[in-house]
């Protein structure tokens, strides 16, 4: 059979990349251009938006001050102009139609004279006894000079009608509100109201009233005038601002109360809770939609009036100035539109010049185009020459060497199958890898099992993983997530499903996490496990093996020793007690005895009665020392912590302790540094480690004497009881602090001690905070020291919305000293912890304004709150189960109500200890 070769594909040249480079030039300078623009328009229209309304909101501001000027000079002229003798000679006079008549006749007189003015006509006596008078002439004289005022009239302090500029709607004024403020009781004071319509004038009006005074200074009557809005106002009216810009004068209510061509009080400025809105901003400007009219958007900013006696009415007025969105930014948009045509010309004179740089680009790449056909045709000796000084010079360099390397040589084929051979080694030793990682997971006494994102369900488990959980295989196994395989809830009261991804979230992202966790198995039998859970990868994938080991019988060995420590607790306790009672009564039959009260007795009775007291003396002590040390290790002593000089303590102890001291020949003194500040300790308790310290320094020293020294720290006061005694062995000083702990030593003879007398001074000490250590040579003697950390008074701040409670725990904290602070509401109690911080906040969740979560989470995000100890009260069990989600944070703690002082005291020492420690 005849077989035709394939006869060779045409090969056609494509091109295109300098067309392609032409317009990658083009299209990213265009990008550029176009985010740089728009960039720039944007935070050019932020910056030139918050200028504009900060400069519009300064005009607000003025010509609210003008405003404000405008109602001040306004009700002066008023004031002034009622001040004149005229009117009160007026008033007074008016007075004498009811001179010594009885209430109920002044009442029947109004009541006619109001019946008789209504029905008056013009030329009536009554109407001219008002009106035509002196006083009346002055008011119509005043109105006619300024036209800001469409009516203005005086009344006695009665009410009554005494003169005015025109006829009034009533005689009588004394039931009207403006007259009553106005009057005020006789003091006297200025009244002016919102906009409102006066009938008397018939026109939009602002009513204000003054007193009229005598020359005493006595409140006689009061005068009313009512000012013309458009005429008090009118200085607004020639505010002009650009093409659309003016101004609007409204209440706060959002009605217009003065703007050109609308009637007072008739529209509003914009929608209810779109003014609402505007005027809780405190930028104090922004954009309307089409407000009061206007068949476009506005921007608008405004001012309140701050006049004082708007204000004290209530009257809150703001001026707004507003003008057309489109002619205050026609600045900005006129800029950017020249900017955006600019680009165009820029991009238009790039193209070509994009072109020419695309075909010096694309030259060298049709080079070595070519120069590979060559090669391909197998012209091996053909090479590119290639001058640019760049990657693709190097691009060409490395192809030639590649045709000389063609042309000098050829593949390896023993090099070939030596990299075959490596290949084939290493899988086969990552096949016994895998087979010794298999044989160590199946054969495992420890459960091992795997877990997977999302969901997180175990995956895979080991033989011991089904023994451990009693299921039948792997497959019914990993069916199930951790939670499936818990009790509902851990023994601090967590939900285990919440628990259990809290475990997994640490994990994920410390890479491992070892923890206590309370299993199931299948047949619902609890027990305890440690769990270890590791991050892994897996093809990829991010995954953890746990590793969990039951510890049942080990908690069950801890909980039958716990017992037996509470048990010999309790018995210690115990037997120390019932020891007390035949001691005592042993004691003062001793002393009765002894003071001769039961008959006389000869010197050697004396003698061996001596030596018993002296021993009934020593046991009395033994068992006050292990009664002190039980209740210290149980948490059960009470410490009342109050101010104290520390160097008077010292200097008290040392009087006691120098008689001892004496009784050895040796010398005891004192030096202690001046100006050391006062600090809050129990002076009982570290009275008592005082004593220990420096009966320990006298037992121990021969010759010589001891030093008591106080000295200042840091944050911190250190004493130090210095003796030229033996001194300690190195190997000694670990035991010196244990509970029932002596030193063997061949110089000081054994006295029946309990040896719990640093062992004691040690938990005292920590239960203040501070630290308790011994320096010492071996026969150079000893300096023992401690020091507490300096606090004058704990701040504690209670916030609770219950008074009697937070009188209660008031009075109780200060007779334990400290500084108290209270608090009924959470937002009061935030103000306060900015103002001082307190050391110590006592909170209850559930609070009328704010619950105590939002307080907790607002404080721990502020640097300045976060470290504040924090104990939360609450009644409710499952808020506490709340908190104990946030027990990696170890300055919050809990406490259930009710509970007992000494229970609060104990949580908020504990802190507070903690928050000296962490400093």
Not at 138 to 165: C, M, P
Not at 176 to 202: P, T
């Amino acid at each position: 059979m005849k077989i035709t070769p394939r006869k060779p594909r045409p090969t056609s040249r494509k091109t295109g990349i300098r067309r392609k480079i032409t317009l990658f030039i083009c299209f990213t300078t265009f990008i550029i251009m176009f985010i740089g623009v728009g960039a720039g328009y944007f935070f050019n229209y932020r910056l030139f938006l918050n200028t504009i309304g900060n400069d519009y909101s300064k005009m607000a501001e003025n010509l609210a001050f003008n405003v404000s000027g405008l109602l001040e000079k306004a009700i002066e002229n008023v004031t002034t102009h009622a001040a004149n003798p005229i009117y009160a000679e007026a008033v007074l006079e008016g007075e004498t139609r009811y001179k010594d008549k009885d209430g109920d006749y002044i009442k029947e007189y109004f009541s006619e004279m109001d019946k008789n003015w209504a029905e008056a006509k013009p030329d009536s006596d009554l109407i001219a006894q008002c009106l035509q008078n002196r006083s009346a002439q002055r008011l119509r004289q005043y109105t006619s000079n300024d036209k800001s005022i469409a009516e203005i009239f005086t009344t006695d302090k009665w009410g009554g009608l005494v003169a005015a500029s025109g006829k009034t709607s009533d005689f009588y004024q004394a039931d009207e509100g403006w007259w009553q403020e106005a009057y005020n009781c006789g003091k006297g004071a200025v009244y002016i109201d919102n906009v409102e319509y006066d009938e008397s004038s018939g026109i939009m009006s602002l009513p204000v009233a003054v007193p009229i005074r005598d020359k005493k200074g006595e409140v006689i009557g009061v005068c009313k005038a009512v000012l013309r809005v458009e005429v008090l106002f009118a200085p607004m009216m020639d505010f002009d601002l650009g093409r659309t810009g003016h101004a609007v004068l409204v209440d706060n209510k959002g009605l217009i109360v003065f703007h050109a061509g609308i009637k007072p009080l008739s529209e509003r400025l914009c929608g209810e809770k779109e003014y609402e809105r505007l005027v809780a901003d405190p930028k104090k400007w922004g954009i309307l939609k089409k407000p009061h009219g206007h068949k476009k958007n506005m921007f608008v900013s405004f001012a309140v009036v701050n006049n004082s006696f708007l204000l004290n009415e209530g009257i809150v007025w703001r001026v707004f100035i507003d003008e057309d969105v489109d002619d205050v930014f026609l600045p900005l948009n006129k800029l950017f539109s020249k900017l955006l045509l600019s680009s165009g010309i820029a991009i238009a004179i790039l193209f070509p010049v994009a072109f020419i740089f695309g075909g010096i680009f694309v030259k060298p790449i049709k080079k070595l185009h070519e120069a590979t056909e060559h090669i391909g045709k197998g012209e091996l000796d053909y090479s590119a020459e290639i001058k640019t000084g760049d990657e693709l010079e190097g691009l060409a360099d490395a192809f030639n060497k590649m045709t000389e390397n063609l042309r000098s040589s050829t593949t390896s084929i023993d090099r070939l199958n030596e990299e075959i051979a490596q290949r084939k080694g290493l899988e086969q030793a990552l096949i016994q890898s895998e087979e010794k990682y298999k044989t160590l997971y199946t054969s495992s006494r420890d459960a091992i099992m795997t877990l997977e994102p999302p969901d997180w369900r175990f995956t895979a488990g080991n033989p011991a993983t089904i023994e451990l959980f009693g299921a039948k295989d792997e497959k019914e196994f990993t069916s199930m997530g951790p939670w499936q395989l818990s009790p509902e809830h851990q023994p601090d009261g967590m939900l285990s499903s919440a628990k259990a991804k809290r475990m997994i979230e640490t994990a994920m992202e410390k890479g491992f996490n070892f923890f206590e966790w309370t299993h199931k198995r299948l047949n619902g039998e609890d027990f305890f496990a440690t769990v270890l859970l590791t991050r892994m990868e897996l093809e990829g994938k991010q995954i953890l093996q746990a590793t969990v080991r039951d510890i049942t019988e080990h908690k069950r060995m801890e909980a039958k020793l716990k017992e037996a420590m509470e048990v010999k607790g309790h018995f210690v306790s115990m037997v120390s007690h019932e020891l007390r009672t035949p001691m005592t009564a042993i004691k003062e039959g001793i002393g009765i005895v002894l003071d001769g009260s039961a008959g006389g007795i000869n010197d050697d009775q004396r003698d061996f009665l001596d030596l018993a007291k002296r021993n009934v003396d020593r046991l009395s002590r033994l068992i006050n020392d292990v009664l002190d040390y039980q209740r210290l290790e149980a948490g059960r002593t009470t410490f009342r912590m109050q101010e104290t000089d520390v160097n008077a303590l010292i200097d008290e102890v040392v009087k006691i302790m120098l008689p001892i001291a004496k009784n050895k020949n040796l010398s005891l003194e004192a030096r202690l540094a001046p100006g050391l500040p006062k600090m809050i300790c129990d002076k009982d308790k570290i009275t008592q480690v005082l004593i220990n310290m420096i009966n320990n320094a006298v037992k121990f020293t021969d010759k010589g004497g001891v030093v008591v020294t106080t000295a200042r720290d840091g944050d911190s006061i250190q004493v130090s009881v210095r003796d030229t005694g033996m001194g300690i062995k190195k190997e000694d000083i670990p035991k010196l602090f244990q509970g029932f702990s002596q030193l063997e030593t061949a110089h000081v003879e054994r006295k029946g001690s309990s040896g719990l007398g640093l062992a004691i001074s040690k938990k005292i000490i920590q239960e203040h905070g501070g630290e308790i250590w011994v320096e010492s040579e071996y026969g150079k003697g000893s300096d023992f020291k401690f020091r507490l950390p300096v606090r004058t008074r704990y701040k504690v701040l209670l916030v609770d919305d219950e008074r009697d409670i937070l009188d209660i725990y008031k009075g109780s904290l200060e007779g334990e000293g400290y500084e108290v602070a209270c608090s009924e509401s959470g937002l009061n109690a935030m103000d306060m912890i900015r103002k001082d911080k307190p050391d110590i906040l006592v909170l209850d969740m559930r609070l009328k304004d704010i619950n105590g979560y939002e307080i907790i989470g607002r404080l721990r995000t502020n640097k300045e709150t976060a470290t504040i100890p924090i104990l939360a009260m609450s009644g409710y069990a499952e808020e506490l189960g709340k908190l104990e989600d946030k027990r990696e944070d170890s300055a919050l703690s809990s406490i259930s109500k009710p509970f007992q002082l000494k229970d609060l005291l104990s949580k908020m020492r504990l802190l507070l200890k903690q928050e000296v420690q962490g400093a």
